[in-house]
DNA sequence: TGTTCATATGAATGTTTATTCATATGTTCC
DNA sequence: GGAACATATGAATAAACATTCATATGAACA
């Protein structure tokens, strides 16, 4: 295992446990899950974002209302709005000129309830 | 009303739902709350320390081990240790010149298995 | 058809942040 | 005490990203 296309090692620690990291990477999800996974945890790590994720938890919502509601432009809401889109998390229908926003998944309210479980608890 | 320390109405609408507004405002938490609740989310937001965990909820480890089961410098490692041990996620023991790294904490295994539930989903 | 209104979007800007490099800290063993 | 090793950390750099500004799209209404 040298040569050119020998993978490079990043620590050369003398204590490597060899038979737990070969162990570890068996169980380990492939790493494109796992990129998917952390891309999906960005959308709630913006407090902009979540703002707007328990407001619509509570009563769909136009674009208008939300702005108002955290005195953001209607541009910065609508950016981020599509963020949310985009993750599958919200879902929108228009009436007329008005475009209402909703949740669009059972689990975001308990993935949020879960995270502040968290933060109460510490 | 009105005045100059009137607050500034970022959205100009003409269809706002003030009662709506109002009333999920009282609903919502405090906006200091939802800020630590998104820098809580935040941590998972990154691939690297997605990984981390995942690895850490099979093993103990120590920083050499997973930098060489992530092919990454024992000092990115390390860097997110910190950010990882910050945020609770994380604890660590020391055992001579070697530090361990485990989980801290019983939610992040729920957390990270929520999101994968709706990652496998969608 | 032209005007008004609600929302969407592209480019620019300033800030945040992950990684790297160099080096410091802390431990063991001689 | 000094050498060797594992980890931690500060500064620098480059990439990612949230917001703003200007403007485009799309719908209602006259």
Redesign the interface.
């Known amino acids: 295992m040298a040569g050119p296309n020998a ?5 050369d ?1 003398d ?3 060899q038979d ?2 070969d ?3 068996d ?3 492939r ?1 494109e ?15 902009t ?3 707007i994720l ?2 619509l938890a ?2 769909e ?2 674009v ?2 939300i ?3 955290l ?4 541009s910065a ?1 609508s950016h981020q709005l599509r963020v949310l889109k985009q993750a ?1 998390l919200v879902k929108s229908r228009r009436d007329g ?2 475009v209402y926003y909703s949740l669009d ?1 059972e ?1 975001v309210q ?3 309830d ?6 109460n608890e ?1």
């Open positions: 993978p490079i090692d990043k620590c620690c204590v490597i446990h737990i990291i162990w570890v990477r169980k380990m999800p790493e899950t796992l990129y998917d996974l952390a891309e999906f945890f960005k959308v709630f790590g913006d407090s974002r979540i703002r328990w407001a509570e009563s919502m136009c208008c209302d702005a108002n509601l005195n953001m432009t209607q809401i599958a000129k008005v998944d689990h308990q993935i949020i879960q995270g502040m479980t968290h933060i510490k």
